[in-house]
């Protein structure tokens, strides 16, 4: 076992288990799986320090080292493991889970082995993996050749704000893809630094995105993309710098960049910005009505961008994401939680020929005397950026209501916390309200050259406002005597003549400009 970022890891809390596979007595290879562990003990309840400014405060940090040995508990790991974490119960069985799914893997390796071979197998993934490389190369020699830059930032919400800068350069030469990093800016003393795993991997995820996804995902896939990101960098970190945000959000910024610096180069295959952040809100104590500590990793779904052909989708988890949110029921009946509300954020993804896809708001009432919770959000200070004339998406927010109080405010206000959008270890106590607000995602092409019955859908679904559609889209839509909407045509028209917009068919071709990242700053 082992979560080290600085050996091959990801963040603190991903742990990588490996178990090796004989067969007739001989070596074949290794089954191996990785999972995030709710509960690693640091500064913070739940794995997310996100006030942390060196990794030893994130949470136990083990170097490889053997979890079981010939079948037998490695007890004084063990010990130090269950001795560390808050609640060493969940960690047990995650531990235990992991450990029964390489007992899996293996048995299933067994069988393969045992009906094809070992030598056809060893030829067979040989020829797997060039046959994922030709077909790689192939669908990257549709890109045209040439050099692309982008550049955005990862951010934190104090005043005035802070930004690390992340800067790409991508050069497309026949079939092959060199991603340079070269020019970010400097680790820090934050947690949104990472790894070079998570930066390699953000890479291949935006390229999947553009190529056809039958392409078998082994090594062979990976061949033609090289990255380089100079250690000691927000996009390679190294000792102590912590790291616990790279996963969740530098990867999915990571990956917008790619597909940022890619759009001049295929703009029918790339969207706008998504929200870009995973909404981390962590949260433990002792439950009033069991006596036990619980604890507890949520997070929101963001609205994607918007591309050539559709809408970007709504409250969907971040792009290197693979779960759902915490249904209401869960919450409700395991943690001392009351959700007052959740539903989509109006008017939250970039207006655009395709609009972005919508954020969510969620507001939690404190049902315990007492809970400690921590927040690590992005995107709270700028909006989502959108492609080819669509605006931007609308940022998070991470507000708090106290039980004596009429109305919400920032974290900073309320507790004089640095930061709005990085907080750890803040006592919530019972009638608080906490409002959590995913970003929106950015918009693709002009706005007013969106479909009218589009827009209209969007007013009576709740989507999109009445004052949004006509001062953005340049639609009139008006209350029907007999109840309902309608687009008031001759407003319409008048309204979407005032600004000339180019033919939607030939708006990537004509729009040659990168997307404008906004910096200014949106107040909380």
């Known amino acids: 076992i082992h979560n080290d970022p600085y050996r091959g890891g990801a963040h603190l809390p991903e742990h990588v288990v490996i178990k090796p596979v004989y067969y007739d007595g001989e070596l074949f290879g290794y089954v191996s799986n990785i999972a995030h562990m709710v509960e690693i003990g640091g500064m913070a309840v739940g794995g997310f320090a996100a006030t942390a400014t060196e990794v030893y405060q994130e949470g136990l940090r083990l170097p490889p080292v053997w979890l079981m040995r010939e079948g037998e508990y490695n007890q004084d790991v063990w010990r130090v493991i269950m001795a560390n974490h808050r609640a060493p119960r969940y960690s047990w069985g995650d ?37 994922a490389e ?23 919400s104090r005043d005035p704000p802070v930004r690390d800068w992340i800067r790409v350069a ?18 820090g003393p934050h947690v949104v630094n990472c790894t070079y795993g998570v930066t390699a991997s953000a890479v291949y995820n935006a390229i999947f995105q553009l190529v056809d996804d039958d392409i078998p995902h082994n090594e062979g896939a990976y ?45 029918e295959l790339v969207a706008a910005s998504t929200g870009g952040t995973a909404c981390n809100f962590l949260f433990g104590g002792v439950h ?16 994607w961008g918007g591309r050539a052909s559709a809408d970007g989708n709504s409250h969907q988890v971040v792009p290197n994401g693979n779960c759902p949110t915490t249904p209401v029921e869960i919450f409700e009946t395991r943690y001392p939680f009351l959700e007052r509300s959740y539903h989509l954020r109006k ?3 970039g207006a655009g020929t395709h609009r972005g896809g919508l954020g969510s708001e969620r507001i939690l009432e404190v049902c315990a005397p007492s809970i400690t919770m921590s927040a690590l959000f992005d995107r709270m200070i700028s909006r989502p950026w959108g492609l080819f004339g ?22 900073r206000e309320a507790f004089g916390t640095l930061s709005n959008s990085r907080v750890a270890n803040i006592e919530l106590c019972e009638g ?5 607000c995913s970003p929106g995602g950015g918009g693709y092409g002009e706005p007013r050259q969106r479909a009218v019955e589009n827009v209209l859908t969007d007013v009576r679904e709740g989507m999109v406002s009445k004052q949004s559609a006509h001062n953005i889209y340049g639609v009139e839509i008006r209350n029907h005597p007999d109840g309902g909407l309608y687009v008031d045509d001759d407003t319409t028209r008048t309204l979407r003549q005032e600004l000339e917009t180019p033919d939607p068919k030939t708006l990537p071709s004509q729009s040659t400009e990168l997307p404008t990242i906004d910096t200014s700053y949106v107040p909380q």
């Open 288 to 303: 009033p009505d069991t006596g036990r500590y619980y604890v507890h990793y949520h997070f929101d779904g963001v609205g």
């Open 134 to 156: 030709r077909w790689m190369r192939n669908e990257l020699r549709s890109i045209p050749d040439g050099d692309y830059t982008f550049e955005d930032f990862m951010e934190d």
């Open 390 to 411: 669509g605006e931007g998406g609308e940022p998070s927010r991470l507000l708090i209501k106290r039980a004596e109080s009429t109305e919400f405010v920032t974290f």
């Open 347 to 349: 008017d939250s993804g």
């Open 432 to 436: 608080d309200q906490v409002m959590l």
């Open 223 to 267: 061949r033609p993309i090289t990255v380089v990101a100079p250690p000691g960098t927000v996009t390679n970190v190294v000792e102590p710098a912590p790291s616990v945000g790279g996963n969740t959000e530098t990867h999915p910024r990571l990956w917008s960049i790619v597909l940022g610096a890619l759009s001049k180069a295929v703009p």
């Open 95 to 131: 531990l235990h889970a992991m450990m029964a799914s390489l007992n899996v893997a293996e048995q299933r390796v067994h069988e393969v082995l045992d009906q094809h071979g070992v030598e056809r197998i060893e030829r067979i993934s040989d020829e797997l993996m060039d046959y």
């Open 170 to 187: 991508v050069v497309v030469d026949d079939g092959s893809l060199l991603v340079d990093f070269t020019g970010s800016d400097p680790q």
